[in-house]
């Protein structure tokens, strides 16, 4: 027997096709060019399709941003996870698994984050209208690095808040660098983070 799809199942697998769809049409045409029709017509639905999930075009990219943060979040978690130390192997592995992130859009979404970035500093009233939903993935990303140091018994030499804002801000100029310059920057970051972390 076909199993019987939910209201709640239903309204999910929509906001899943809106975002990969938003996601493909912001890489294509950079997030200033892209409009929810183009969005709406790409995920083969209307607009007001879009305007039952999101508010807005920065709400739908923050929701793209979302989901992208969290393949970093569960990724990072599952190498994190296993080690009961932070040494050489696993510090390649977590380099490994970013580069891998990085070649997969890595550069279409870090190239759309520092446009956003851009769109935001630009207009005041979006910024301010955005703010607690970016100091989610703050708190989100602060809240992974104060339980994985806890629980390898390490410390930050600064606030572990800061250690995330200073992660996602410089995240997006390791991925577009080590494409332009062909140079590999993720080993060395990875150190420059390392530092600031005092191990037992």
Known sequence: ???????????ERTKGLLLEAAEAVFAEKGFAA???????HAAGYTKGAIYKHFATKEELFLGVNDRYMQRYFDTFTEVLAA???VGTEELDRVGELWRRLGADRGTDHAALGMEFTLYLLRNPEVRERVAA????????????IIENLDRLGAT?????MTMARVIIHTT?????????????????ILEMYMSAIKLP
């Open 1 to 11: 027997m076909a199993e019987r799809w939910t209201r709640e199942r239903r309204l």
């Open 83 to 85: 080690a009961s130390r």
């Open 156 to 160: 930050s030499l600064i606030p572990p």
């Open 172 to 188: 997006p100029s390791v991925v577009l660098g080590s494409e332009l310059d062909s140079v590999d920057l993720y080993g060395p």
């Open 34 to 40: 892209a409009t929810l029709d183009d969005i709406a």
């Open 133 to 144: 939903r970016q100091e989610e993935t703050v708190e989100a990303l602060g809240q992974f």
